[in-house]
């Protein structure tokens, strides 16, 4: 079936005093989006895919969806392609702005949100409030008012190859052996998986991927209270819009990557979604490698990030479909299930699509297999 690719943009009004873009007008937001669909034939209805950087316009799934006859839009957020200064809480208010856009432009009435990847914590996010604001302020304190945004609720939401959220994958990602921020390169080699040094070697025993996940997560706190620290020392200082930049190395650690027993599933071992784990780990596209005080806190904070699967996907009410790629080196086998058993809503689906990795890029072949899956389950619900 022919497709069009159609470009369009929308800007609206925003009352935040502090700007994470590079140029634009002051005091408003552009947001780009494509909307994919078939040559022929109208849809009320309409998926709408987004990212917290976006950039998936030309995924394998977007593009045969619409050969399938969906139409879809996806939606970049204003951070499109640079998480440095990533603020969740706006990412939020850029879809709401996109839904209610698209309702408009495009006539469409039914909304289902496609979470693809890091897109699938940001659709729970935004359901969550939409459906029930709450969310006065960011995590640092500063104003983002999606209680009174007037967000409107989207009408399912299905999960693709989706994780938990950035500040969950960043805590099971980030390198336990580095113990003070500021010599990163000194490294405890009791527990450096990538150091022949270490005494713990694959396949790893219950004692040590148990003392290695408490690490990650003390580190990901200890940096955390140190944000904090300079944030409080900026505002009494006089100057509350102050902000700092700084760098995270070692994001890329994880017992799945070097010891394919844990979370066994068809994924390849000694592999990740960037390529080899030891050099994604301090290489320049890993998390939250350069990253900002508000940023941090928003995102990658373990315990203070408001966007997390687990909570705001309880929160819902409308149906959901958790789909699990089995060779996914990127979302986990645990991510899907976590996911799935956290949902509130009473229609919940769960799907493995055996032997899929996280693009369809290495097995184009089951891309048909998750179309029909995805199909299959609108037309049950009549969307």
Known sequence: MDILREPYGYSYKEESRLKEVYGGAGGRVFVECMRIRPAEGESKSVILFSHPIGGGSFLPLVTALARAGRHVIYCNTRYRGNDTALILEKCALDLGACIADLKTRFGYETVILGGWSGGGSLSLFYQDQAETPTITATPAGDEVNLAGAGLQPADAVMLLAAHIGRSVTMTEWIDPSIT????????????????????????????????????????????TAWVKDQLAELKAAGDPDAERCFVVQGTMS????????QEPSDRAPHTCYMGDPRIANDGPIGLGRFTTLRSWLSQWSYDDSQANGLVNGAR???PCLVINNTADLACTPSHARRLFEALGPEDKTYVDIEGADHYYIERPDLLPTAVKTVTDWLEARGF
Do not use: M
């Open 254 to 261: 994880d017992v799945r990557w070097t010891d394919p027993t």
């Open 180 to 223: 003070d921020e500021s010599r990163p390169f000194d490294r405890d080699p009791a527990l450096n998986i990538y150091d022949p040094a270490c005494p713990d070697q694959p396949p790893y025993s219950d004692e040590f991927v148990a003392k290695f996940r408490a690490a990650q997560i003390a580190r990901n706190r200890r940096i």
């Open 316 to 318: 819902i009410s409308v």
